[in-house]
């Protein structure tokens, strides 16, 4: 089947849509999924003990578990092989299982042996957002209101660590475009710079008083990294003869990290730079606001122009939005409704996104690709409930059709790719599936029974027809996507020693490897969809490796006015609204959702403008609006009626 006949969905309403009034109620008395719930969550977390377990057993410290012969793999050279800084990626899943006792004896472990003072070439961004993100979340967790350290135990040693890690992060950010080198040597060579005296920075009188070993160890550190700055500016912390190649993602996705580092630290520089680096990416967008996927720090000229949602982008688009929730920038705002606006009309084919290029926003590449699994649900962040469910079901047919989700499959030729038929125990299809149960629990009841769906399917070649009752807001359903989920993950990955990926989806073939985001993230997007008590009364957002950061008020220049956040979700407000603007604009909630009547109009998506009449009569190009699904503006045809006449 070819590309262009490849899906549809049309909306067939069969009565008039009354305005909705939803009520949440947050007993669990009378929810009639609890049962289920629960022995799902302990089926959950009895899989992650499975796998943390063994690893503490058979490949602790080092980076990750070869679960078949039970023994250990120091893979991830893109950490420089750290060892113990692996270990950072589990604690908040130690929390979010209430382990608090394991979650203190992690702290103090690292705490004692964590050490960046190595010769080591490292990824800054997966550093960043592995191991500084895991440091910033566990040091939020061990001091949060719960009390789940030891009164007196913690002493912000997580919090030194990554201030540390911090700065020898920063002089990968000196080059003429503020982009930062891909790789840096962690390792500064002290020369043209002595250590600070305690004396001198603290001052005779006060350092004489200091009794306890401890303490004093946190004096020294403390000169040790006040001088730092000045010596790795001197070696500039890049090796001679640096690759100067970076991605999207590379150089982009920084600022959540870097910037709740400065937070917490009250030093700028972390964010500063991090924010420097977006502004100067995000500058070099197309005119199509779309961005290539690698590109040259040094003379800021893209390397690659085919770029996608998936690798070497993906969290880029979910960075610019997270930020705006937590840091409350509307310029982070800006930037996401313009890039996501340009994906949905670039990108998508029906429920799938395609490669373009950046220049033209001609197609590539068809394919789907594991990573893409992320995207549903960053639209449920935004709100455009339709289209995450949209492809989210087309991800679950693929699951059902494999047993798992393989890394890649190309839509034109309906096949998988002939070198990359594996799965790794990818997250990002069980992040989406929590994100979508999220937001739409509990509010079956504001839909009537009459309101249907029909969805051709892309890959299935078959015709379904849903109430939307079932498809956007029947919550079991995504327990049963959960559910399946883990059913396979048991049934294909899971042996005696942890979980292991899948060579190959056609025969399951096992590969001896269980990769650390299984345990990061996997299992905790899993346990969170059958068990979110960790969210009850909080503010998280996560990171894209699973971190949980919280959305505070002190963290906002302002709070964002459209944004009002009395749980763990967005609800929304507005006032005085425009007439004709599409729901990106105004802020307020898509379609499936109350108080989503735009001039009479039900707005379908986040970038659908309705056309000024509801027969889609038109005079002029004036009185027609923006297409719900490819977010096109609709032209006014000689006959007088609005469409997409110019994309025929």
């Not at 085919?306 to 997270?322: H, M, N, P, R, T």
């Not at 639209?379 to 679950?396: C, K, P, T």
């Amino acid at each position: 089947m070819s590309p262009g006949n490849r899906g549809t969905w049309a909306l067939i309403f069969l009565l008039i849509i009354p305005t909705l009034y939803i009520e949440k109620t947050s007993s669990s008395s009378l929810d009639p999924y609890a049962a289920k719930k629960k022995r799902m969550s302990d089926k959950v977390r009895r899989m992650f003990y499975h796998a943390y377990d063994n690893y503490m057993m058979y490949a602790f410290p080092h980076d990750e578990l070869k679960p078949l012969t039970k023994s250990y793999t120091d893979s991830l050279s893109e950490l420089g092989n750290l060892n113990v800084s692996i270990a950072v990626l589990y604690l908040a899943n130690l929390a979010i299982l209430g382990n608090h006792t394991e979650f203190e004896k992690a702290v103090l472990w690292l705490s004692e042996n964590l050490t960046f003072d190595v010769d080591a070439r490292i990824n800054l961004f997966e550093c960043n957002i592995r191991v500084l993100g895991g440091l910033v979340s566990a040091h939020i967790l061990a001091t949060d209101s719960t009390n789940r350290l030891t009164k007196g135990m913690y002493r912000n040693q997580l919090l030194f660590l990554a201030e540390e890690l911090g700065q020898r992060f920063l002089p990968a950010f000196d080059t003429p475009t503020g982009l930062p080198y891909a790789w840096i040597n962690l390792k500064c060579t002290y020369f043209g710079c002595d250590l600070a005296s305690p004396m001198d920075v603290f001052g005779s009188q006060h350092y004489s008083v200091i009794t306890d070993d401890y303490t004093k160890n946190m004096v020294h550190m403390y000169c040790f990294l006040w001088c730092i700055p000045a010596k790795c500016r001197v070696q500039h912390g890049v090796m001679e003869n640096e690759t100067t190649e970076t991605s999207t993602s590379g150089c982009g996705s920084l600022i959540l990290e870097m910037g709740a580092l400065s937070h917490l630290t009250g030093d700028p520089r972390f964010e500063s730079a991090a924010l420097r680096a977006l502004r100067k990416l995000w500058s070099m967008r197309s005119s199509l606001n779309l961005l290539g996927t690698t590109l040259d720090v040094e003379t800021g000229e893209w390397i690659e122009y085919s770029s996608g949602i998936g690798a070497g982008v993906d969290s880029f688009y979910e960075y610019l939005l997270k930020a705006h929730l937590l840091f409350g920038r509307e310029e982070f705002w800006r930037m996401f409704q313009s890039a996501y606006v340009a994906v949905q009309k670039y990108f998508r084919h029906g429920p799938w996104y395609h490669e373009a290029d950046m220049m033209t926003g001609r197609a590539t590449y068809w394919q789907l690709t594991s990573l893409q699994a992320f995207w549903p649900g960053l639209q449920v962040l935004v709100g455009d409930i339709a289209a995450a469910n949209s492809s989210h079901r087309e991800f679950f047919y693929v699951w059902q059709k494999f047993g798992v989700l393989p890394e890649r499959y190309l839509l034109d030729h309906q096949m998988l790719h002939p070198t990359e038929k594996y799965y790794p125990l990818r997250p990002e299809f069980a992040e989406s599936t929590f994100y979508l149960y999220q937001a739409t629990k509990g509010v079956e009841a504001a839909f009537p029974k009459g309101l249907l769906l029909v969805q051709v399917s892309a890959l299935s070649n078959s015709v379904q027809i849903f109430s939307v009752v079932d498809v956007l807001q029947k919550n079991p359903w995504y327990l049963e996507v959960g559910e399946s989920i883990v059913d396979s993950l048991n049934l294909h990955t899971r042996v005696e020693g942890g979980f292991a990926s899948v060579r190959d989806v056609t025969t399951m073939e096992l590969e001896d490897h269980q990769h650390s985001f299984f345990l990061a993230e996997t299992c905790k997007y899993l346990y969170l969809l059958f068990d979110d008590s960790f969210l009850v009364n909080q503010n998280y957002i996560f990171t894209t490796e699973g971190h949980p950061l919280p959305i505070k008020s002190s963290w906002h220049e302002r709070l964002p006015e459209a944004y009002y956040i009395p749980s763990n979700w967005t609800s929304v407000k507005s006032e005085d609204q425009p007439k004709r603007a599409s729901a990106m604009s105004l802020r307020i909630c898509p379609a499936a959702m109350p108080n989503c009547i735009n001039n009479h109009h039900m707005l379908e998506s986040v970038c659908h403008i309705p056309d000024a009449r509801a027969d889609h009569r038109c005079l002029t190009d004036e009185d027609c609006g923006v297409d719900s699904t490819s977010c096109r503006r609709r032209s006014c045809s000689m006959a007088g009626y609005c469409g997409l006449w110019l994309s025929i």
